[in-house]
């Protein structure tokens, strides 16, 4: 099936660049003056809890091979939900971004995929912490240069900061809201200061973020869309593209970074391209066609049965199962609580009881999915049994604020036999439907003012819509007036960002260290903002102060409590229908590929590790 999937970091690059979502982490606070604050020591590289992995003479990831082969061609269906694109200014809200666009652009630091918070020296060769976590300074290396050839200064780093936080689409901005400034001590050496008490995760938010050339913007408006290739410092350089279709990168031999530690053995292909389609069971068919090299499938049909053809019999095309150790966050149908027929938590709940999982994953997914109950589900972050002490400690205060089924069981979604008949089920919500004020009459549910309760659930996938009719099916059995409505990506995208609809799908994969990115996910300033995350709606006091508990965190151990916290808070909301997930990715290739012995731990690794090595008949080098 298809979803859009709001996450952190695919490359390792910078933590916004599956679909795309935010922050990383650690401290930060007030400078104050013109004195400097007290030094620390400078280090290769920031992680918010414990030590680094890697020392400071490291010379590779371990999930890398360091000697692949540099060359060929890689084509792929690149994130999940995204059909079409207009934009290569990735940072703004306007338009659909161009996937694979974090190619093209260095940060301070990149981060490591086989450490959960870690990040280590790319533009910057190290980085000071101050003692008071109030500010970070980044030293820059002096043969860092921008694709035409000139330098990239603590000029051009504070340019960017000071753009994409006033500018920047809401997914950038947002966490960059306790960065009080950032300053150019000389042409090298930048310094942030930061402001406030959750300031945790700040030094590595920026260490992360894209470094722009002031010179280029200084021509450039950055706040509108275009299809003008702009100037990096990254890898690769925008190739042949054409709007909506397909986008090529090119690698760069003349890259300054190309032999760092933090980029040995990864960017080994001399052209990258991501392919746009529709449609998934179009994708499917393009790679058994061999013009797709290379894709994720997310199907479990296909998965199961599609892929019984030639190509894939006579080993041409390579099927590989590999683990997903990531949190696999939370996916569902998320309601719009901002519409008033949603407000009342009894419907939101009745919802849920309408969804038949176990049906649907017998007879639909081929028993592959596990049902979704957490927003951070596959994690230690998720809420199991009653609350432990140090959990009742943070929601004690707020007992006369929130649900009673937050201080017992984490609320979880009902369980069926799976043969289609959830009587038991289906009764409750309509209890819980007559308690919230609706009626039943002759045409369907209606309410005090004999409005009908009608329900419109928004897609832009036809792959979908087998999976929500049989949930409309049951919907409309139990007296709403439910409906699809499959619309263009482009419409989607525009209805999304406005908040149009009453339900739709979407998937947050979570880090294993959240943060300040969570304020944009359910946060209640996001909830008000156009283009955030927050697709429900979601505007708790609560869950706000929760968040920042999650974002202040010092340890492990208090990171866990306040999420577990958070976690029953959002469960006992009602938010959301829950869906399901796999810990797993289920890959599809033409021969042509080699990749590491190791895995990184929190990332898929292809093909970001992966290089070109003909094997079989892969199609022609494109």
């Known amino acids: 099936m298809r979803t859009r999937r709001i996450a952190m970091s695919k490359t390792g690059k910078f933590p916004f660049s599956r679909a795309h979502a935010v922050a990383l982490l650690i401290a930060a606070s007030l400078f104050a003056g013109t004195s400097a604050p007290a030094a620390a020591e400078p280090r290769h590289g920031l992680s918010v809890f414990g030590e680094l992995k890697y020392p400071a003479d490291f010379k590779h990831f371990d ?103 006033a500018k920047g689409h809401p997914a950038f901005s947002i966490p960059l809201r306790d960065v009080k400034s950032a300053e150019a001590l000389d042409p090298l050496t930048v310094r942030y200061t930061f402001q406030g008490t959750l300031v945790r995760d700040l030094p590595t938010t920026v260490a992360t973020l894209p470094i722009l050339s002031k010179a280029y913007y200084a021509k450039q408006d950055f706040e509108k869309t275009t299809l003008e290739p702009p100037l990096g410092s990254g890898p690769y350089k925008v190739g042949p593209f054409k709007a ?155 007992r ?105 799908t979407q998937r947050y994969a979570l880090r294993l260290t959240p943060g300040i990115e969570l304020k944009n996910f359910w946060g209640s300033q996001a909830a008000a903002t156009n283009g955030s995350f927050n697709l429900a709606g979601i505007a708790d006091p609560v869950l706000d102060q929760l968040i920042d508990k999650i974002v202040a965190a010092k340890s492990r151990a208090e990171l866990v409590t306040a999420t577990r916290a958070a976690d029953r808070v959002l469960r006992a909301g009602y938010y959301w229908v829950p869906h399901w997930y796999k810990g797993a990715h289920n890959l599809a290739f033409w021969d042509k590929f080699g990749w590491p012995a190791t895995k990184p731990k929190y990332e898929r690794g292809a093909l970001e590790t992966w290089w070109y090595q003909a094997k079989g008949q892969a199609p022609e080098q494109r």
Not at 88 to 111: C, H, P, S, Y
Not at 275 to 298: K, M, S, W
């Open 400 to 504: 006369d604020k929130l649900p009673a089924a937050v201080f017992g069981e984490p609320v979880s979604p009902p369980v069926t036999d799976g043969s289609g008949n959830n009587r038991a089920q289906l009764r409750q919500a309509i209890k819980l439907l007559t308690d919230a004020g609706w009626s039943q009459t002759p045409q369907g549910l209606r309410n005090a003012a004999g409005q009908p309760l009608s329900i419109e659930i928004l897609i832009d996938s036809p792959s979908f819509e087998r999976i929500a009719a049989p949930y409309v099916k049951t919907l409309k059995s139990i007296g709403i007036a439910a409906s699809i409505r499959m619309v263009d990506a482009a419409q989607y995208e525009r209805r999304a960002k406005d908040f149009d609809f009453d339900l739709t």
């Open 244 to 398: 909506g279709t397909y986008v090529t990168y090119i690698r760069r031999p003349d890259y300054w970074g190309r032999d760092l530690p933090v980029n040995r053995g990864l960017y080994n292909f001399d052209e990258v391209r991501y392919e746009y389609y529709r449609d998934r069971t179009l994708e499917l068919e393009g790679l058994l066609a061999g013009n797709i090299d290379f894709r994720e499938e997310f199907t479990s049909k296909d998965w199961a049965t599609g892929y019984d053809r030639q190509p894939v019999k006579d080993g041409r095309i390579k099927l590989l199962t590999i683990p997903d150790e990531r949190p696999s966050g939370a996916q569902g149908f998320f309601i719009n609580t901002r519409r008033e027929k949603f407000k009342d938590p009894r419907v939101r709940e009745a919802l849920g009881l309408a969804f038949d999982f176990e049906w649907s994953n017998k007879n639909l997914f081929f028993g592959l999915y596990t049902r979704t109950a957490s927003y951070f589900e596959n994690s230690d972050l998720k809420a199991v049994g009653p609350p432990s002490p140090e959990e009742l400690a943070l929601l004690e205060p707020f």
């Open 63 to 165: 999930y890398v091979n360091p000697d692949a082969p540099k060359g060929g061609k890689a084509s792929q269906i690149g994130t999940a939900g995204l059909t079409t694109f207009d934009n290569f200014n990735m940072l703004i809200l306007k338009g659909d971004a161009a996937q694979g666009m974090e190619l093209v652009f260095d940060t301070l630091m990149a981060r490591a995929n086989d450490e959960p918070d870690a990040v280590y020296g790319l533009v910057a060769e190290t980085a000071d912490v101050a003692p008071d976590k109030m500010s970070v300074t980044f030293k820059m290396r002096p043969d860092a240069k921008f694709a035409d050839g000139t330098p990239v200064t603590a000029d051009d780093v504070v340019f960017s900061f000071e753009t994409i936080k």
